[in-house]
Structures are given as structure tokens and as C-alpha cells.
């Protein structure tokens, strides 16, 4: 009997939870927003001490943010920056080459502006971990794995379920003893930029 009670009582509660964030967020994120990234761009400025070169590399990806109202919520992201042609200017001078592939994780705090519109603009901010993969032709002769730190900010546009997000994000690398001279002997900073589709779920 104490049992069921108690199972009553949670289901009851979480029941009124969810009846409490659909009237408070008429608009906006729901209470699970899923990010499509098809399209973006990371790029690492050169490095001040070691001279490893300024790169971009494409962007693509995918996100999940879990909300705990409308204005707090915590993000999950998994992207990866793909390689491209472009010239490095490396010791030898510079060279046209295919830059390594780059896989990004992190955790985000997301916090969004107290408003009721459709348009909402955000801030957030995480730590997480980045895999530069192997790339002989710059000396990048195994995968490596670095801690990395970002803030930034965006705007999310909310149809529904469905909608449209533009984020920027300033990314610190941490260096690594280890680190080949291309990327990671010493702290690097980077830029990354991407459209992102949104499904929000539980609308």
C-alpha cells in the first residue's frame, strides 16, 4: 500500500511538472531540443610560440539539450570539423594541404533570455575534449585528445517543433607536452560558426 502510494505521488508530481513548463514556455524551447548541425565552419588562429598554423576545417554535427525550464538547460554536442585544402603556412613555407580531421565533444551549460517570443537568444558555456586525428603529411602521426573549454552564443527561432539556430563558439585548446608542432604544443584558440536545424520535442 505504501508503494503505491508513493508510485501515485511521483506520477502525480511529474504530471504537474510537465503541466507547470507547458504554461509557463507558449513559445520557445521545449523540454528536449535536438540540433541537426548540416553546415558550419572551425577555424584555429596561428599559434604564438610553436607557429603552428592558422586552419579551417568544415563543420558538421549534432546536439541534444535537455531543458529544465525555459530560461535553464544543459546541452550535449558532438561535431566534426572535416579536413579541407588550404594553404598552411608551416616552417618549410607555405604548402597546399588537406588539414587533419578534428572530432569535437562537450557538455554546455545553455542559458536563454526571459521572453516569450519565438526568436530567443541564448549564452552558454562547457568543457569537453577534442581528437585530432592522424595526418602524416603534417606530422600528426597518431590520434591525439585534447581538453578543451568554449563560451559563446547564439539565437534559436521556434515554429513548433521545428526551427532554425545560428551559435558561435570561442574555443580553448589546452596544450599537451606531447602534442605534435602542427597543434597542441601550446594553448590554441578557435572560432567555430554553424546553422543549425531544431526538433523540439514535447510541444
Request: proline letters at 4%.
Amino acid at each position: 500500500m505504501t508503494r503505491l502510494i508513493a508510485v501515485m505521488v511521483a506520477a502525480v508530481s511529474i504530471v504537474s511538472v510537465s503541466q507547470a513548463y507547458a504554461q509557463e514556455s507558449t513559445a520557445g524551447p521545449g523540454p528536449v531540443v535536438v540540433t541537426i548541425i548540416p553546415g558550419g565552419a572551425t577555424f584555429f588562429t596561428e599559434g604564438k610560440t610553436t607557429k603552428g598554423p592558422s586552419f579551417g576545417n568544415y563543420d558538421l554535427g549534432a546536439g541534444v539539450a535537455v531543458n529544465f525550464n525555459r530560461f535553464v538547460g544543459v546541452e550535449g554536442e558532438v561535431s566534426g570539423a572535416l579536413g579541407i585544402a588550404q594553404d598552411l603556412t608551416l616552417s618549410g613555407g607555405t604548402s597546399n594541404l588537406k588539414t587533419p580531421n578534428i572530432l569535437n565533444y562537450s557538455g554546455n551549460l545553455v542559458v536563454s533570455a526571459p521572453n516569450k517570443s519565438s526568436v530567443v537568444p541564448y549564452v552558454t558555456g562547457g568543457v569537453g575534449g577534442l581528437s585530432l586525428f592522424e595526418t602524416q603529411t603534417l606530422g600528426v602521426n597518431s590520434t591525439g585528445t585534447f581538453f578543451t573549454s568554449n563560451v559563446g552564443g547564439g539565437v534559436s527561432w521556434y515554429a513548433g517543433r521545428w526551427g532554425l539556430r545560428g551559435d558561435y563558439r570561442f574555443i580553448a585548446v589546452k596544450s599537451k607536452t606531447d602534442a605534435p608542432a602542427f597543434f597542441g604544443q601550446e594553448t590554441r584558440y578557435g572560432h567555430r560558426v554553424y546553422g543549425g536545424l531544431l526538433w523540439n520535442l514535447g510541444r
